[in-house]
């Protein structure tokens, strides 16, 4: 339980726990854990519910099928990893891959320039 002499580190891990358990990234043992905290806590509970309010907008976009399309254009293979199935979110990867569009480049390079040889006379068939 807090303390009224609580150190300074104490409450930063109390802000990372509870920021975690928030985000949902902490194990399950851990998360319930914290809801036992919580229960006995009103500090605590009260940190853990600042959190949910801060973070609450960036719900939003989950719910509102718009905001989710314009989401999607900005962040492709976050939004298919959330939302889609994992087929897309593979496929999504392809298309930011740095590697796919040099490639890309590449053989369009090549093949403007093999067209401009043949049309140019250079090459015959």
Not at 62 to 72: F, G, I
């Amino acid at each position: 339980m807090t303390t009224p002499n609580q150190s300074e580190s104490d409450r930063s891990r109390d802000q990372v726990l509870a920021g975690e358990y928030v985000l949902g990234v902490l194990p399950p043992e851990a998360r319930r854990g914290i809801e036992k905290r919580m229960a006995r806590d009103p500090s605590f509970a009260a940190t853990v519910r600042r959190w949910e309010d801060n973070l609450s907008d960036y719900d939003e976009p989950y719910n509102d099928p718009k905001a989710r399309l314009r989401l999607q254009a900005h962040f492709p293979v976050l939004v298919s990893k959330r939302s889609f199935s994992r087929e897309l979110a593979v496929a999504g990867r392809c298309w930011n891959s740095i590697s796919f569009w040099r490639a890309m480049c590449v053989m369009l390079v090549f093949g403007i320039v093999t067209y401009a040889a043949f049309q140019s006379g250079w090459l015959a068939l």
